[in-house]
């Protein structure tokens, strides 16, 4: 069964570059999630969308900006990367509004040098 | 704002032992409570999901149990097998589209 796909599944980039995590969901889910997770830490949501559109953030930096696009991929766009944006992302996706299980990409491990 | 708990941190057993763990949360106008497993560095995968309007859900090994009134989970694993080790999250929906997690259970299931 088709999975949720991110990539790149490795980053490394220097402090104040520019990243862009790119999320392709289950076909036929309505909902993408992003998470970041640090070393050591429990994931913390950024933001949501649901049918293309932003339906809910979280603890998102201004910095960071992120869209769902007609074909349901969404992107991440992060800015003036700081050390601390080191971390897991994580994009989940699950339908019926995120009331069904969310299923989990395998997630993209940033390093900001 | 939800707060998730889960007790204990860490645990470690033999191989065969059926064990309990804890997941508390202060809200308890939740629409439903997840359980995944995490292993190190890798992505999170759903274990199970309590609706609100359910008591428990099991899957093979894994029994998860929900009481609101209470703010309670608790994941139940009969007959611990080593592929266990692995941390594991619960989480909870309150209705915005986003769920909050605990910081984890790290299991280690000694042969």
């Known amino acids: 069964a088709a999975g949720v796909i991110q990539s790149p599944r490795h980053l490394i980039k220097e402090k104040r570059e520019t990243a862009t995590l790119k999320c392709y969901p289950i076909?036929?889910?309505?909902?993408v999630y992003w998470y970041q997770q640090g070393p050591g830490q429990d994931p913390q949501f950024l933001i949501s969308?649901?049918?293309?559109?932003?339906?809910d953030k979280g603890s998102i930096p201004d910095r960071f900006s992120a869209q769902q696009f007609s074909d349901y991929h969404s992107e991440l766009n992060m800015s003036s990367l700081e050390l601390g944006d080191s971390a897991l992302y994580f994009c989940?996706?699950?339908?019926?509004?995120?009331?069904?299980?969310?299923?989990f990409g395998s997630g993209t491990q940033l390093s900001v040098l | 704002k939800q707060e998730v708990t889960q007790i204990p941190a860490a645990l470690s057993v033999p191989e065969g032992e059926n064990l309990v763990l804890n997941c508390s949360f202060t809200?308890?106008?939740?629409?439903?409570l997840q359980w995944f497993r995490q292993d190190p560095g890798k992505g999170l995968t759903s274990l199970l999901l309590?609706?609100?309007?359910?008591r428990e859900q099991t899957s093979g090994r894994l029994n998860a149990s929900l009481d609101k009134s209470s703010g309670r989970s608790t994941l139940y694993i009969a007959a611990s097998q080593p592929g266990d080790s692995a941390t594991y999250l619960c989480?909870?929906?309150?209705?915005?589209?986003?769920?909050?997690f605990g910081s984890g259970t790290r299991l280690q299931v000694q042969p």
């Open positions: 989480a909870a929906d309150t209705g915005r589209r986003a769920l909050t």
């Open positions: 989940a996706s699950s339908s019926r509004q995120g009331r069904e299980k969310l299923f």
């Open positions: 309590i609706q609100s309007s359910q």
């Open positions: 809200d308890s106008a939740i629409y439903n």
């Open positions: 076909p036929r889910h309505d909902t």
């Open positions: 969308f649901y049918e293309k559109m932003q339906s």
